[in-house]
């Protein structure tokens, strides 16, 4: 059963969620909506576990198109930052807030970025794209995210602050048009830098939340140093140009990390 803590301690803890805001909140979609979230994500960890190759993306397509297709589209939830905004301004702790919160701000202290490798629906169309492993250097104009998170954060407290009538609907249009914008930035610069994940490195504004956290998570890919033979293939194979040989908080782009497990399963001397 050891092997099996990981996705047994990911399944307790969002469990527990599920049920404190169920009895918090009494209502009983969030113990559905975190239980069925939590058992996904431990599906995925219990399929890489057995070595089944495409493990995390079968977690991918479960929540991230759940929470594109049911909440978003279906159930009319701006689950994208705007979204987040809007609920705060309003002073309603539901919907994306609680989300928020959970997967964004105070859960990245235990995961880390394990969002963006999980449950991210626009991460889940790009990881299907041909760049999976970086053709070239990463680029250093990430200050771009800055930038998309201020607009955010101004476009929904200038319809604050214009008395702007139905908002909600406003922010319903804003997440399709949002999410239709990422997609298509999303591939042209994937294709433009031959990396998948590039529109994550350099313009997604969730990562402004997500990098500071993710400094301290308590999960985090370690190195055996005893066993490493300094191949480099962990480095070559990392969506995220993580050096994950380096055991210290400080290592470089060590904020980065999605937990694809992609260094683990490349090691040829099962050292991470």
Not at 49 to 75: D, N, P, S
Not at 107 to 123: D, N, Q
Not at 174 to 187: C, E, H, K, M
Request: glycine share 6%; hydrophobic share 50%; proline share 3%.
């Amino acid at each position: 059963m050891k092997k099996y803590f990981l996705p047994i301690v990911m399944l307790a803890i969002f469990e527990t969620v599920a049920v404190a805001l169920w009895l918090t909140k009494d209502n009983l979609f969030y113990l559905l909506n975190f239980s069925y979230i939590g058992i996904s994500i431990a599906l995925g960890l219990f399929l890489f576990i057995k070595k089944y190759k495409h493990a995390r993306r079968v977690t991918q397509l479960l929540v991230g198109m759940y929470m594109l297709i049911y909440l978003g589209l279906m159930c009319n939830e701006n689950m994208q930052i705007e979204g987040f905004w809007y609920y705060l301004f309003t002073g309603v702790f539901e919907a994306a807030t609680i989300h928020y919160a959970v997967a964004k701000i105070f859960g990245p202290l235990i995961f880390g970025r394990g969002w963006c490798g999980y449950a991210c629906w626009t991460a889940m169309i790009l990881d299907f794209l041909p760049y999976k492993v970086p053709e070239k250097p990463r680029r250093k104009i990430g200050w771009i995210r800055y930038i998309v998170f201020v607009l955010s954060l101004v476009l929904v407290a200038a319809l604050f602050l214009a008395h702007v009538g139905n908002i909600e609907r406003i922010m319903f249009w804003a997440f399709i048009i949002g999410n239709i914008l990422y997609y298509a930035v999303g591939i042209v610069l994937a294709f433009v830098f031959k990396d998948n994940r590039a529109f994550c490195k350099y313009i997604c504004p969730i990562t402004v939340f997500l990098k500071p956290m993710s400094y301290f998570s308590l999960l985090r890919i370690k190195c055996d140093t005893s066993k490493c033979v300094s191949c480099g293939k962990c480095r070559r194979v990392c969506p995220m140009d993580v050096d994950v040989t380096d055991n210290s908080r400080k290592r470089e782009n060590g904020t980065e990390c999605i937990l694809c497990f992609e260094c683990v399963k490349n090691c040829p001397k099962d050292a991470l």
